[in-house]
T-cell receptor, first 111, second 117 residues
Framework: DAKTTQPPSMDCAEGRAANLPCNHS???????VYWYRQIHSQGPQYIIH???NNETNEMASLIITEDRKSSTLILPHATLRDTAVYYC????????????FGSGTRLQVQP | GAVVSQHPSRVICKSGTSVKIECRSL??????MFWYRQFPKQSLMLMAT?????????EQGVEKDKFLINHASLTLSTLTVTSAHPEDSSFYIC?????????????FGAGTRLSVL
């Protein structure tokens, strides 16, 4: 699985959009980008994933650059409950292997 | 999304005792479940992959005789921490994949916080 690089921490004002970047310059053609988040003392929560097209669901939007070497997770209107560690993970979609977690980005939403 | 139930959420035990943690996929079948461990201020570390009807696969450095895994059905996997010691105190999290879903998404339980006195 390709390595990902994320900033260790970010702050965001409540009600504003939170844009979380992720670099995955060694991603291969069949690897997907997954985003999970972990709120304190809970298990990780699936947010969204994509291959090359931008994706949107009820939680967030995922923007993947054309060369697929980086992506951005967008929380359109951050709330205090979005304070969590966000993990960007790259993995092939056909494998049965477990997700490998890096250190993620700790997002602090400020009131 | 799919639901993975983990029980208990918290357990405190004496050193030398064994603790069993259950992980259930409530609305889907999972031939494969995963067990992770997370120490304070660290990321999740995969301990083992649990396969229904066969032996679990353990990651390097994880003692299979200490962390017993049983995956007897398509909806239940258990992790037993045998002869627990204070250094086993950690946050244990299970995960499962929906084998019938088109999306290859791993869903996670809420975790079990184990404190060994």
């Amino acid at each position: 699985d390709a390595k990902t690089t994320q900033p260790p921490s970010m702050d965001c004002a409540e009600g504003r959009a939170a844009n979380l970047p992720c670099n995955h310059s060694t991603i291969s053609g069949n690897e997907y980008v997954y985003w999970y988040r972990q709120i304190h003392s809970q298990g990780p929560q699936y947010i969204i994933h994509g291959l090359k097209n931008n994706e949107t669901n009820e939680m967030a939007s995922l923007i993947i650059t054309e060369d697929r070497k980086s992506s951005t997770l967008i929380l359109p209107h951050a709330t205090l409950r979005d304070t969590a560690v966000y993990y960007c993970i790259v993995r092939g979609d056909t494998g049965r292997r477990a997700l490998t977690f890096g250190s993620g980005t700790r997002l602090q939403v400020q009131p | 999304g799919a639901v993975v139930s983990q029980h208990p959420s918290r357990v405190i035990c004496k050193s030398g005792t064994s603790v069993k943690i259950e992980c259930r996929s409530l609305d889907f079948q999972a031939t494969t479940m995963f067990w992770y461990r997370q120490f304070p201020k660290q990321s999740l570390m995969l301990m083992a992959t649990s396969n229904e009807g066969s032996k679990a696969t353990y990651e390097q450095g994880v003692e299979k005789d200490k962390f017993l895994i049983n995956h007897a059905s398509l909806t239940l996997s258990t992790l037993t921490v045998t002869s627990a010691h204070p250094e086993d105190s950690s946050f244990y999290i299970c995960s499962a994949r929906d084998i019938q879903a088109a999306k290859n998404i791993q869903y996670f339980g809420a975790g079990t916080r184990l404190s060994v006195l």
